[in-house]
């Protein structure tokens, strides 16, 4: 294992794609993983190529994974996605993906093994965010104790993996002002949940109000052109 080397889940999204930027600039060698798992939003599989090749990501993979087949979230199933709630419910969303997390940052744990990293980059976030359980601190530590269990390189070569989620504590406007420091263009992301039929970005969605809410306490100019504002 490599202590210079790091596997980015990387959904194309402004909080992954400064994650990849903040392991850049830590001087990794980041190997980029981006799972097409059905969602409705896969426009952010283009931006995901897009960021990895402007970032300078050392390999970058695109896993397909069909969640559609299990559904229960208005991303992967028939439900209309919610637009112009409450942001601060405390409600988890129907937006929610069951067990996604889990299932992207087992399938990153394995790419780190293969290409010998011991550090998984994830752009979870416990401040701005939908309330979902599998950003929340006490799952990105469980994690890391099972990743140790999981593996040959953990059970049998010692090896301590480490799940870093550098804007776990982070507002959305200091994730942003944190991107644009280290040179980020986020007019290569993609936020929204339910994008119109030209390709626009809805701007109501969960994901859009908390993009949009982002740049304007950030006091900086969303790229993003929205079918509603």
Known sequence: MSESRAVILLSGGLDSTTVL??????????HCLTVDYGQRHRVEL?????????LGAESHRIITLDLR?????????DIEVPKGQDLESGEVPVTYVPARNTVL?????????????????IGANAVDYSGYPDCRPAFLQGF???ASLAT????????????????????????????????VDYGLTWSCYDPNPDGLACGRCDSC???RRGFDEAGAEDPTIYASR
């Open 144 to 146: 890391e104790k099972l």
């Open 209 to 211: 109000q908390l993009r």
């Open 105 to 121: 940052l087992s399938l990153l744990l394995g790419l780190a093994e293969v290409v010998g990293a011991d550090q998984l980059f």
């Open 152 to 183: 040959v390189a953990g059970t049998d070569h010692g090896v301590r993996f480490r799940v870093r989620a550098p804007l776990l504590e982070l507002s959305k406007a200091e994730i942003i002002r944190r991107g644009l420091d280290l040179g």
């Open 46 to 54: 283009n931006a995901a190529r897009r960021v990895a090749d402007a």
């Open 69 to 77: 087949a299990i559904g229960g979230s208005a991303l992967t199933d």
């Open 21 to 30: 930027a903040i392991a850049r600039s830590d001087g990794l060698e980041c």
